[in-house]
């Protein structure tokens, strides 16, 4: 567990959770920079259900999703101890938002249950301003259970700064979007991926040429080449992220690209593990060396620290965050310590 954090020597960073699963909502946290340990500071549930945050560029605002059927974002003053609202939360128009991003001056949102993308305004003290524009998916996939119609589960900015990736579970598609000054997004192109694999979530490998795509509906990850000029992405092929013979239900749900470029990480729910792929043939080459449990039970995100050597996975099932220290040489993620955070759905740093 946490111990004590020196102040002289403490970062911060912040906790999403389920309020309607028994989460806190926000909880802040102190991080011991020399082992990575988490203290918690204080939490709020102004917001229910603030399942992904993102922090402003300066670090001074925080803002997150509300998971519902009714969604909403909101911003958090963080400059105290304990996140406050700054002003109201704003509707999404749109329902079931999992994911948000900064871009071009504009809050986005990946709204999952209305499969949709929507850009908010944000003022200059932070606060969220009304819905500029909602771009909704079309299309679904071969699972009648899980791909009747779209969902769009994450919504990101690519290396550039030039475009914004919404990743796709319901059409087996990612697609790219421009994003104008005044809020409109407009759809440039659509890449699509093998159907019934789920797509869930992606991230871009540090060359910005490469990006991968983790699967939902099938334990893999699909590689793919990224054309920033065009704004065109290129799936090339799929990688396992658990072992041959792995039973049961296996619901990948994160990957994290290392900021060396030499190795991935991906999680896992139902094998509740963190797989671990070096990249040392090639950006477009990764392999799967091995997997390690990921310390407790449905690992819904993975982060990253600063530093790069540090992951901590947010285990919604079990209730904790669990931490751990990177082998430089393997890549091969060793449990550190953990912190209780119940429903945890994602930890993100300032």
Request: with cysteine; proline share 7%.
């Amino acid at each position: 567990m946490g111990g004590t954090v020196g102040t002289d020597r403490a970062a911060r960073a912040f906790i999403g959770s389920f309020t309607t699963e028994g989460g806190h909502g926000v909880t802040a946290v102190a991080v011991d920079e020399e082992n990575g340990a988490l203290v918690a500071l204080g939490s709020t549930d102004a917001v229910a259900n603030p399942s992904f945050l993102a922090p402003s560029h300066d670090g001074r605002v925080l803002y997150a999703v509300g998971e519902s059927s009714d969604g909403t974002a909101a911003a958090f003053d963080i400059t105290g101890p304990v996140p406050s609202l700054l002003g109201e939360p704003v509707p999404v128009d749109g329902a079931g938002p999992t994911h948000l991003a900064l871009a071009a001056g504009h809050l986005v949102t990946a709204n999952y249950e209305s499969g949709s993308v929507t850009a908010l305004a944000i003022r200059p003290d932070g606060a969220l301003d009304r819905a500029v524009s909602v771009l909704a998916h079309h299309g679904s996939g071969p699972n009648p259970d899980r791909q009747r119609e779209p969902h769009a589960h994450q919504v990101l900015a690519d290396p550039s700064g030039r475009w914004i990736v919404s990743v796709d579970l319901g059409t087996d598609s990612v697609r790219v979007c421009e994003l104008a000054r005044d809020g409109a997004l407009r759809l440039h192109s659509e890449a699509a991926l093998r159907p019934g694999s789920g797509p869930r979530h992606l991230a871009f490998h540090p060359d910005g040429q490469h990006a991968y795509v983790i699967n939902e509906l099938a334990p893999t990850l699909t590689v793919c080449r990224w054309d920033a000029e065009g704004g065109q992405l290129q799936p090339l092929g799929e990688t396992p992220v658990v072992e041959d013979g792995a039973s049961g239900e296996i619901h990948p749900s994160e990957v994290v690209a290392g900021h060396d470029g030499r190795f991935l990480w991906a999680a896992s729910r139902g094998h509740d593990s963190l797989a671990v792929l070096t990249l040392d043939e090639g950006a477009d080459k990764p392999r799967l060396v091995t997997t390690v449990g990921c310390g407790g039970q449905g690992p819904r995100e993975l982060t990253l620290d600063p530093s790069g050597r540090r992951l901590y996975a947010s285990n919604e099932r079990s209730g904790d965050v669990t931490w751990f220290d990177i082998d430089t040489a393997t890549g091969i993620p060793v449990r550190a310590g953990s912190i209780a955070a119940p429903a945890a759905s994602c930890v993100v740093f300032c």
